[in-house]
């Protein structure tokens, strides 16, 4: 892409204030409203921050990293950074869609770009019916909870919990259990990326669930259901031979 106006974010840390003083230094920007590109200092949450901040007015994004992992981000550098956003290579990517009811009735809406998951909110485990696109596909789910990632939130909580790390061009969604205890057997799913995943929460009054899209979280639902919002795009920018789809590869290879 040819870059136009820059804008610089920075996580609150020493390290990415830092690199962003130098940055602004160097480069003119403005503020992040009126940029065209926003670089992101820090590491995979501030990206996270970031993307949701400008979810209903996406913009690219290109991230460098001075945080911890790190794996939405690209190397820092100083030099050459304009070079670097006109040759980067761009990935696409939705987020998941989240309408919960709780149990006092209230609707809650929201966003996610790693993944929308269900947890007990208590010592009790959660028994949790799951149906695909109006199809019950699972009577009873006795667990901690359950978990539904993009294939750019793979590498993530899903990874972490035991799930598949999905390229990015599959099309899928990750359909993973929370220390399932009930069917022992049961390993999760993998979906096509157009389904639609309706959750009830079974004795919810007796057995009290969270839900939570990325970083918001509601409590006490009885019903969760998620699908692809392919009303949103949302654009990383990578540099050449760091791409999303690269980096989830790499993953796959430890």
């Known amino acids: 892409m040819r870059s136009k106006t820059i804008a610089f974010v920075a996580s609150p840390t020493r390290d990415a204030r830092e690199?962003?003083?130098?940055?602004?230094?160097?480069?003119?920007?403005v503020s992040p409203e009126e940029a065209d590109v926003v670089v992101a200092l820090g590491g995979d949450g501030l990206m996270l921050q970031v993307l949701h901040r400008f979810m209903d007015a996406p913009k690219p994004i290109y991230g460098m990293n001075r945080g911890t992992v790190g794996f939405l981000m690209n190397e820092f550098g100083e030099d050459d950074l304009r070079e670097r956003l006109d040759n980067a290579h761009r990935s696409v990517i939705h987020p998941l869609l989240m309408q919960a009811t709780d149990t006092e009735g209230r609707a809650h809406t929201a966003r996610a770009i790693n993944?929308?998951?269900?947890?007990r909110q208590t010592h009790q485990t959660a028994k949790l019916k799951i149906s695909v696109d109006g199809q019950v596909r699972l009577?009873?789910?006795?667990?901690d909870g359950v978990l539904c990632a993009t294939a750019a939130g793979s590498t993530a909580y899903n990874l972490s919990v035991g799930g598949p790390i999905l390229p990015l061009d599959a099309?899928?969604?990750a359909l993973t259990p929370i220390s399932a205890f009930r069917p022992r057997r049961w390993r999760g799913a993998l979906l096509p990326d157009y389904?639609?995943?309706?959750?009830?929460?079974?004795?919810?009054?007796?057995?009290?669930?969270?839900?939570v899209a990325d970083h918001t979280e509601f409590r006490r639902v009885c019903t969760v259901e998620t699908s692809l919002d392919r009303t949103t795009d949302l654009v990383l920018l990578h540099d050449p031979g760091h791409s999303l789809d690269e980096r989830i590869l790499r993953e796959q290879f430890g």
Do not use: N, S, T
Request: hydrophobic share 55%; no cysteine.
């Open 19 to 29: 690199a962003a003083a130098l940055l602004m230094r160097r480069y003119d920007h």
């Open 115 to 119: 993944e929308v998951y269900l947890l």
């Open 195 to 211: 389904a639609r995943i309706h959750i009830e929460v079974l004795d919810a009054g007796h057995r009290p669930v969270a839900a």
């Open 139 to 143: 009577e009873q789910l006795i667990a």
């Open 171 to 173: 099309k899928l969604l």
